[in-house]
């Protein structure tokens, strides 16, 4: 099966958010974690019998101001990083089969990776992305399959590789 693609600013932002998953999972979780110490520390503020600053809501301004920090910063350096990068706008001929991924770009670059080199795929609802042992990672919008290529590349990812 062969497709051309060309990846979209969207769609770089979308495999990203997509790879950062767990990232994002942590950041909340601090969040959160702020939250609470904000809640207990003013909850134990008026009873603190030294008179002086809880501790609890010493360090949730931290952890707030920090998750915060995080999530605005990640998507602005995603931007950042696709504007820069000129050769992941080129366009892209891929071709999928049984026995691996190929790509040749327009701007020169090409590669031929069996599946065997692959860790494993995701998908969300604009890209797949399979994702080598070194976190690097393919981007694979759907926009550019139509729906039979979609199904038949989805069909051969899922025999060849773990889904996560």
């Known amino acids: 099966m ?3 693609s060309r990846i979209s600013s969207k769609d770089f932002r979308a495999a990203l958010r997509l790879k ?7 950041i909340y979780a601090v969040f959160a974690v702020g939250l609470i110490f904000l809640f207990v520390g003013v909850a ?15 360090q949730a301004p931290v952890l707030l101001g920090w998750s915060i920090l995080m999530l605005i910063l990640l998507p602005s350096m995603g931007r950042l990083s696709y504007r ?27 590669g031929d990776a069996p599946w065997s080199s692959f860790s494993y795929w995701r ?3 604009a890209v797949l992305l399979l994702v080598f042992p070194s976190n690097i990672f393919l981007i694979c ?23 996560k």
Do not use: D, H, M, W
């Open 141 to 163: 919008p759907k926009s550019c399959l139509t729906s039979e290529k979609l199904e038949e590349f989805k069909a051969i990812l899922s025999r060849v590789l773990p889904k």
């Open 20 to 26: 950062r998953k767990n990232l994002y999972r942590a």
């Open 84 to 110: 820069r990068n000129k050769n992941i706008q080129a366009e892209f001929n891929n071709s999928v089969t049984e026995s691996g991924f190929s790509y040749k770009s327009s701007s020169g670059s090409s």
């Open 44 to 58: 134990i503020q008026p009873t603190s019998k030294e008179g002086g600053v809880s501790q609890f809501f010493v």
């Open 2 to 4: 062969e497709f051309t």
């Open 123 to 125: 998908e969300s609802q």
